[in-house]
């Protein structure tokens, strides 16, 4: 990391309230968790007297089985934007140039500031037909954050192949692919791919995650990381929460239905945006968004001002949430 350019760093605003009392559309997380991991945690905390197995063979076991790659390959990481910054520290030196899309989640590129390196921003659907030679990476976010699309496999791959014979490392963020039923590229040649147990299994406080890569930029990883870079409690619900394919399927099904519900509700009020995701952006055209967002969370519904996010100006991020939660937003909407 480059001194002078953390000096002239700043942070990065993001979703999620705190407060108990509302109820949090801001975040992408789901609602629920797996079944049993209570128990495992607190079975967990006995072990975590002792340090815990600096080689974690049971949660690269079970996220070599979640994302369907050899148990070699997997890196844990203390949550996926841990991973992000290794993946990024380890690749990107001082006056690098990093292909990064927008709108997209704005750590990619405080990460790459970080190094003392340029992020060159680009459209995220063209990002797939930019030409990533001259660059020392390319990141990728599927499904996108905060506009939820899902990229076109056959061109995703494409583009994986453009970037290993450039010499440029692909970067996926692969964050909320858990709730599509769509491949992962772990396992790819030339792509790292990081993984985040946040969203999909409601743990945003645990901080569990994981890269996947191979060759010498696996070794690279694996060497880089911290020594026991993983609390013993996060590395056993990990494991434990990637392996409940029924409460995996299940969620599935409820954020389809639920998406479509309320993209159809909200249609006649906003433009909504296509999403593959456990989230939708609204356009919320003359109105403000920052007073719209006041206005929810006064009704005890927080909703993320996505004006943050380079390139949009009148917009919004809603999760989504299990049914009856959902109903309150659209009242909180007045839709």
């Known amino acids: 990391m480059d001194p002078d350019a953390v000096r002239a760093a700043g942070r990065v605003p993001h979703g999620g309230s705190d407060d108990r009392d509302v109820l949090d559309f801001s975040a992408n997380v789901n609602p629920r968790s797996p079944p049993g991991v209570r128990e495992v945690y607190a079975d967990a905390l006995d072990d975590a007297a002792r340090y815990p197995n600096d080689d974690y063979p049971e949660f690269r076991a079970?996220?070599?089985?979640?994302?369907?790659?050899?148990?070699?390959?997997?890196?844990?990481?203390p949550g996926g934007?841990?991973?992000?910054?290794?993946?990024?520290?380890?690749?990107?030196?001082?006056?690098?140039?990093?292909?990064?899309?927008?709108?997209?989640?704005?750590?990619y590129a405080r990460e790459v500031e970080l190094q003392g390196a340029d992020p060159a921003f680009v459209p995220h659907d063209e990002l797939l037909d930019a030409d990533p030679s001259e660059h020392a990476m390319a990141v990728v976010c599927n499904p996108n954050n905060p506009t939820g699309t899902l990229?076109?496999?056959?061109?995703?791959?494409?583009f994986a192949r453009r970037c290993r014979a450039a010499d440029t490392e692909l970067l996926?963020?692969?964050?909320?692919?858990?709730?599509?039923?769509a491949a992962s590229l772990a396992g790819t040649p030339g792509v790292v791919v990081a993984r985040s147990l946040t969203k999909l299994f409601g743990l945003p406080g645990l901080r569990a995650g994981f890269l996947v890569a191979a060759g010498d930029r696996l070794d690279d990883l694996q060497t880089a990381r911290r020594a026991w870079n993983l609390g013993t409690p996060a590395a056993a619900v990990g494991a434990h929460a990637m392996r409940q394919r029924e409460f995996v399927d299940a969620t599935r099904e409820r954020v389809e239905s639920e998406r479509q519900?309320?993209?159809?509700?909200?249609?006649g009020d906003f433009d909504v945006f296509d999403s593959a995701a456990p989230f939708l952006l609204l356009?919320?055209?003359?109105?403000?968004?920052?007073?719209?967002?006041?206005?929810?969370?006064?009704?005890?519904?927080?909703?993320r001002d996505a004006t943050t996010f380079r390139?949009?100006?009148?917009?919004?991020r809603?999760?989504?949430?299990?049914?009856?939660?959902?109903?309150?937003?659209l009242e909180a909407l007045d839709v």
């Open 283 to 303: 356009e919320v055209g003359d109105r403000d968004a920052a007073a719209l967002c006041a206005a929810t969370e006064a009704a005890g519904v927080a909703i």
């Open 318 to 329: 809603v999760a989504v949430r299990a049914p009856e939660e959902n109903d309150h937003l």
């Open 151 to 158: 990229y076109d496999a056959a061109a995703l791959r494409e």
């Open 311 to 316: 390139g949009l100006d009148s917009h919004v």
């Open 261 to 267: 519900r309320l993209a159809a509700a909200l249609a």
């Open 81 to 107: 934007l841990a991973g992000i910054r290794l993946a990024i520290e380890t690749r990107v030196e001082p006056g690098d140039s990093v292909l990064v899309p927008y709108p997209s989640f704005g750590e």
């Open 62 to 77: 079970a996220g070599a089985e979640y994302v369907g790659c050899s148990r070699e390959r997997v890196v844990p990481t």
């Open 172 to 181: 996926v963020d692969e964050a909320f692919l858990g709730f599509t039923d």
